[in-house]
């Protein structure tokens, strides 16, 4: 049976579209999923609440410190070492054996797993160094994480910037690393901080390298070697230990929120600060 | 002079990620190489006791697991991708691509935990329903694996697909063929190497993905032999047992961390090349 | 006396193609010389070898002096050769930031100089690039909202902040409307006892009417250089004339 090819591009474009709407179901589902089971379970009890009976009853309190603490410290870290990296490569070298030597550690290390990390982490900060559990432990390691992703954001910020901006610099006298603090930099902030925002949205979700970094002790930390748990692995633990699954619910909706709220910011600013320059 | 000093302290940052690399394969080999050693390079990848109290590291029944959650993950995350990414690339209406490429980014941003969660609570008590077995499957991960690669296969696919010159599109459709001829005939042959690359980049995460499929698996320690009973695949083994693992027992995690990380390696290394080889 | 900028048989080629071949010109302390020539002649690789900008380009072979106040400019500290010589470029290329931000990022990159000494400085260097009326009440906005011929003016008033005794121009009012070219014009003159002015221009009437002394290039070789009346009426190359009178271009 031959099909007039007109006719068969429907039948595709039914199909495609298909596929693409059954993804999108997906997606609204578990987002619709956690909320209608954990709207209920977010209050100010619960959001500022200690956690009572290993978490099976009471807040989370100590986890979204833990989670704050530790996503901060992790771009902390992160953002100086990858943007000073990208300013290497773009300002400072052509393409050569040494640029592709930095690029292939930084796409090396995008490709680890977490597992991994962790197991690094583990060995290295934990055990070796030895910080014991701790946010130091858990925010070196996932720094080292989004290290890779801060670095190609911000690559990509720094070649946006038109080289007759540094021209201009230059032909007043500016040295480059004035050209670059006062011209370069400030121009690419808006990338380079969608990068780090986003960095910091990566930090919040992963819990297989917090895990055995930070630990997951329950109690607030109260000094960088302090064991943390922070809310992604708390909710993991709910879970699997079966506590509560209301609980459960309601941290994995605040999870969501966190993720979509630092993407949301991270989009917006890049928007309104690249609006500023024109 | 400061200029020089302040290049020179760059080079050092930007050496970082690298040293970072390479200090990680250096600990992880460093805890496990002794002890494959000590149980036998053979005994650890094809044995398939795994009993850690009597001291027997074998490590086939989760390679398989890996290997077979992986592959259906990503027939299905594949395909699924694909088909998304060619609809987002031609088919729909240029508003709408606004709106739904950010949202499939949405789907990227949901913690691995979470999906593991929804799949115990809604995907696992269905396939016990609908199929029998305990729910906790190789199906039930490459369900769930799958649906989490869709934005790494999404993304590059349409990249891939937008990096084939407009002039091709266009000789096509001058010729007299539809969207979809076109498509299918020229686009999607001259995107090919970006869109294995897509592939392998999305086996890649699954293959590393842990607490989704711990959740979902079963973490049984037999050898799957088929798709509705459970299986641990390598990652789980690591993050169940890591816990309480001691001495030899902790090495072998470090061992099986080990063979993920080369499988990885392999594994982005062939990304590289199908990139490499249109260039 | 020795000439403000001296330039001995200049020869430079970029990615192996030659692009000036043994230049030889003066330019004496504050005067007007225009730089004229159809394009691709060299004029503007002439302005950045100058000032050295033409460094960081790769592939670059140099050979001949280009002497400032009789010092050769690769001897000179690159900051300081670029503070002495200053550039404008074709289009105007305003810095993200305010108007004053924009006037006092020279002066900031070398002291740490205390506000009323910068407000002083940012309000002389718009004056004399007659732009002060026009921004005074609003400095502290975007420099990116000016008009064309205002963002050029801008730029020149960038330059001359950093107190500059040369200023060279490329081509800068060749975007612009008769208006700001007759302000750009008129700065020149006005100022001609401040600075010493080399003016790139593919406008054969701007050079006439603002320049002291003119030198022609076609490809890449000084074809003929002297004071402006003579060379416009009665050049003494075929090639000036064929040039100056419109039959090449």
């Known amino acids: 049976m031959v099909v007039r090819p007109l006719v068969w591009q429907r039948i595709v474009w039914v199909g495609l579209a298909a596929m693409t709407l059954f993804t999108l179901v997906v997606l609204f589902f578990i987002i619709g999923f956690i909320t209608s089971k954990g709207a209920h379970v977010i209050t100010p009890e619960f959001l500022f609440g200690m956690p009572e009976r290993m978490g099976k009853e009471g807040g989370i309190l100590p986890t979204v410190i833990a989670t704050i603490y530790i996503s901060l410290l992790a771009i902390a870290i992160a953002t100086p070492i990858g943007v000073g990296s990208a300013v290497y490569l773009t300002e400072y070298t052509r393409e050569s054996a040494i640029t592709r030597v930095i690029r292939f550690g930084a796409d090396a290390l995008a490709g680890v797993p977490s597992i991994i990390f962790g197991l690094f982490g583990f060995i290295l900060f934990v055990i070796r160094l030895r910080m014991g559990w701790s946010l130091a432990a858990g925010g070196l390691t996932l720094a080292f994480m989004i290290l890779p992703t801060i670095i190609r954001t911000s690559e990509e910020a720094i070649r946006a910037v038109p080289y007759n901006l540094r021209e201009v610099s230059y032909s007043l006298g500016g040295a480059k690393s004035q050209t670059i603090a006062r011209v370069v930099l400030p121009n690419a902030l808006p990338g380079i901080l969608t990068g780090v925002i986003l960095g910091m949205g990566r930090s919040v979700a992963e819990t297989a390298a917090t895990i055995f970094t930070a630990g997951s002790s329950l109690l607030i930390p109260r000094s960088l070697f302090d064991p943390a748990r922070t809310m992604a692995v708390h909710f993991y633990i709910l879970a699997r230990e079966g506590l509560s699954m209301e609980r459960a619910y309601g941290t994995a909706l605040m999870l969501i929120v966190s993720i979509l709220l630092i993407n949301v910011v991270a989009y917006s600013l890049m928007f309104r600060l690249t609006k500023k320059m024109r | 002079m400061r200029e020089k000093l302040i290049e020179k302290g760059l080079l050092l940052v930007a050496f970082s990620a690298v040293a970072m690399i390479f200090l990680i394969a250096y600990f992880i080999f460093r805890e496990g190489v002794p002890l494959v050693a000590k149980v036998g390079v053979w005994d650890f990848i094809a044995s398939t006791r795994w009993s850690p109290g009597k001291g027997q590291f074998g490590i086939l029944p989760m390679i398989v697991g890996s290997v077979e959650v992986t592959i259906l993950a990503v027939i299905i995350g594949a395909s699924l991708g694909l088909s998304c990414a060619m609809f987002l690339a031609e088919f729909a209406p240029r508003w709408s691509v606004r709106i739904l490429k950010p949202m499939i980014e949405l789907l990227a941003g949901i913690p691995s935990v979470v999906y593991g969660f929804i799949g115990v609570v809604v995907l696992v008590p269905w396939i016990r329903r609908a199929f029998g077995g305990p729910g906790f499957s190789v199906l039930a991960s490459a369900v769930i694996l799958g649906i989490m690669i869709l934005p790494t296969v999404i993304a590059i696919s349409l990249d891939a697909l937008h990096a084939v010159p407009p002039l091709y599109k266009e000789g096509s459709l001058a010729l007299g063929a539809t969207r979809w001829q076109t498509l299918y005939r020229v686009q999607l042959p001259a995107a090919r190497s970006g869109i294995i690359a897509a592939f392998i980049l999305g086996m890649g995460r699954a293959v590393g993905e842990t607490m989704a499929v711990i959740m979902v698996a079963g973490n049984a320690l037999t050898m799957p032999t088929s798709l509705l009973q459970p299986v641990r695949t390598l990652t789980s083994n690591i993050a169940l047992e890591m816990g309480y693992a001691s001495g030899d027992h902790q090495a072998a995690l470090f061992a099986t961390g080990m063979v993920l990380f080369v499988i990885i390696a392999i594994l982005n290394t062939a990304a590289l090349i199908v990139t490499r080889r249109r260039t | ?249």
């Open chain 3, 1 to 249: 006396m020795a000439a403000k900028l001296s330039i001995r048989q200049l020869a430079v080629a970029v990615n192996k193609r030659l692009i000036l071949r043994g230049v030889d010109l003066d330019v004496e302390a504050n005067t007007i010389v225009s730089v004229i020539g159809p394009a691709h002649s060299g004029k503007t690789t002439l302005l950045r070898v100058i000032n050295r900008l033409i460094e960081t380009q790769r592939e670059l072979l140099r050979s001949g002096d280009v002497l400032l106040d009789g010092t050769e400019v690769r001897r000179l500290d690159i900051d300081v050769l670029r503070r002495r010589v200053g550039l404008i470029f074709a289009t105007p290329i305003p810095l993200p930031g305010t108007i004053f931000d924009n006037v006092a990022y020279g002066p900031r990159l070398k002291a740490r100089l205390r506000r009323p000494r910068i407000a002083d400085l940012v309000e002389q260097s718009l004056r004399s690039a007659a732009l002060w009326d026009e921004v005074k009440d609003r400095l502290h906005t975007s420099a990116l909202r000016l008009s064309g011929g205002q963002q050029q003016r801008l730029c020149i008033a960038r330059t001359i902040a950093v107190n500059p005794e040369v200023i060279m121009l490329d081509e800068p009012t060749s975007g612009l409307d008769p208006i700001s070219t007759a302000q750009v014009e008129n700065t020149m003159r006005e100022l001609k006892h401040r600075f010493t002015w080399v003016l790139v221009t593919n406008n054969v009437k701007q050079a006439a009417r603002v320049s002291d002394r003119v030198a022609f290039f076609l490809s890449g070789e000084l074809v003929e250089e002297g004071e402006a009346a003579q060379l416009f009426t009665t050049p003494r190359d075929k090639r000036t004339d064929d040039y100056v009178s419109g039959r090449i271009g």
